[in-house]
């Protein structure tokens, strides 16, 4: 069974602090790794892509892959309230015969306190 | 870029009735949907993966002839919950990939579905 381990938090961060979301995950030829954030009652929006060791960076958000440690984390600067949600990580899987599909970790809540 | 829309947003039906959801991606062709159904605090859960003039590939557990998938066009999916029952209701998303290697999907802002 193919896992993506996420804390559940909450994680709670004043305003303007870098909030810190981490996963782990257990398929090693997972190749694309996505961070996804989902507002209560609503639906996940992909917020960061990643398939490249190292650092990516869009705005406040930066993700983080080492695929050695099998680790993919994803930093907010800047917290505001408006970024408090649960952030789902999510692993691309090869389920065989050229289909993949998303693994889902449960998902972190953020809660940025004013 | 990158839109998918679903239709409809909320609906309320009595028990033994069918319900269609639509899933369209707007800007993309999507070689593959998804459809999601999520219960209240839980995580997403898989319920099948829908290919383009093909038949659904289905999870483990779910009914394929209660939940009819058909993706007529690289743009539309319908799922049909058919003789929904009170634990039918749920939120039901789909997702559409934009490239099949990276899997990068994009989901749709979901339906919620509420059997009486």
């Known amino acids: 069974q193919k896992e993506v381990e996420q804390n559940s938090g909450p994680l709670s961060v004043p305003e303007g602090a870098i909030a810190s979301l981490n996963c782990t995950y257990s398929?090693?030829?997972?190749?694309?790794f996505f961070w996804y954030r989902q507002y209560s009652g609503k639906s996940p929006e992909l917020i960061m892509s990643?398939?490249?060791?190292g650092d990516k960076e869009d705005g406040r958000f930066t993700a983080q892959l080492n695929k050695a440690s099998q680790y993919v984390s994803l930093l907010i600067r800047d917290s505001q309230p408006s970024d408090s949600a649960t952030y789902l990580c999510?692993?691309?899987?090869?389920?065989?015969?050229?289909?993949?599909?998303?693994?889902f970790g449960k998902g972190t809540k953020l809660s940025v306190i004013p | 870029g990158a839109v998918v829309s679903q239709h409809p947003s909320r609906v309320i039906c009595k028990s033994g009735t069918s319900v269609k959801i639509e899933c369209r991606s707007l800007?993309?062709?999507?070689?593959?949907m998804f459809w999601y159904r999520q219960f209240p605090k839980q995580s997403l859960m898989l319920m099948a993966t829908?290919?383009?003039?093909?038949?659904?590939?289905?999870e483990q557990g779910v009914e394929k002839d209660k939940f009819l998938i058909n993706h007529a066009s690289l743009t539309l999916s319908t799922l049909t919950v058919t003789s929904a029952h009170p634990e039918d209701s749920s939120f039901y998303i789909c997702?559409?990939?934009?490239?099949?290697?990276?899997?990068?999907?994009?989901f749709g802002p979901g339906t919620r579905l509420t059997v009486l």
């Open positions: 997702s559409a990939n934009r490239g099949a290697y990276y899997n990068e999907q994009f």
């Open positions: 398929d090693r030829v997972s190749q694309s």
């Open positions: 990643i398939y490249s060791n």
């Open positions: 999510a692993v691309n899987e090869n389920t065989g015969a050229g289909s993949y599909q998303l693994t």
């Open positions: 800007d993309f062709q999507a070689t593959t």
């Open positions: 829908s290919n383009e003039g093909s038949k659904a590939t289905y």
